[in-house]
T-cell receptor, first 115, second 110 residues
Framework: DTGVSQDPRHKITKRGQNVTFRCDPI?????LYWYRQTLGQGPEFLTY????????KSRLLSDRFSAERPKGSFSTLEIQRTEQGDSAMYLC?????????????FGQGTRLTVV | GIQVEQSPPDLILQEGANSTLRCNFS?????LQWFHQNPWGQLINLFY???GTKQNGRLSATTVATERYSLLYISSSQTTDSGVYFC????????????FGTGTRLTVIP
């Protein structure tokens, strides 16, 4: 068990470009979450998957954002036509939700800078 | 959602001092976690503590779910304890995600 892994760690992109981030959860975890954190704030929920099904989306997730978890394992988060306001840390977390234990474990995050 | 308030927002301590961080929340919860965010941004799990008391070395935490608060105690603080401490909760009904407070920024000076 190597923990939650995110790639890339850092991404600098020009406004208007598309970017894609990847998250590999802890292997036996069935739930995967995406959060966004801006400077000085706590992380805010974006969306989550149970296995391959996307069960909930925050209103923060505009139509430029899309997330997938095609085989119930890794997930991708894509941002189209990036804007400067998308600059943030994007965090992925996973949980098992078995036996009543819902402890979440986070990856190292992807820091996005839109210039 | 659910409101999560942490206090104090900032704390400066001399190395060796003790501190107490507080987290108040506005609704019943299934899950409460304390995290330490390191300078590189990763959230390190400190405690999973929906209720009761736990200890791990110099750190301990207590959650009183019926009164909707949790406390994180740091004893004999070290410079490596510096960083931002977050409390996060999962509502008992409805949303399945964590709601975070705005954190307590701790600075431990030698």
């Amino acid at each position: 068990d190597t923990g939650v892994s995110q790639d890339p760690r850092h991404k600098i992109t020009k406004r208007g470009q598309n970017v894609t981030f990847r998250c590999d959860p802890i292997s036996e975890h069935n739930r995967l979450y995406w959060y966004r954190q801006t400077l000085g704030q706590g992380p805010e929920f974006l969306t989550y998957f149970q296995n391959e099904a996307q069960l909930e989306k925050s209103r923060l997730l505009s139509d430029r954002f899309s997330a997938e978890r095609p085989k119930g394992s890794f997930s991708t988060l894509e941002i189209q036509r990036t804007e400067q306001g998308d600059s943030a840390m994007y965090l992925c977390a996973s949980t098992s939700h078995l036996l009543g234990n819902t402890e979440a474990f986070f990856g190292q995050g992807t820091r996005l800078t839109v210039v | 959602g659910i409101q999560v308030e942490q206090s104090p927002p900032d704390l400066i301590l001399q190395e060796g001092a003790n501190s107490t961080l507080r987290c108040n929340f506005s609704d019943s919860v299934n899950n409460l976690q304390w995290f330490h965010q390191n300078p590189w941004g990763q959230l390190i799990n400190l405690f999973y503590i929906p209720s009761g008391t736990k200890q791990n070395g110099r750190l301990s935490a207590t959650t009183v779910a019926t009164e909707r608060y949790s406390l994180l105690y740091i004893s004999s603080s070290q410079t490596t304890d510096s960083g931002v401490y977050f409390c996060a909760v999962e509502k008992q009904t409805g949303a399945n995600n964590l709601f975070f407070g705005t954190g307590t920024r701790l600075t431990v000076i030698p």
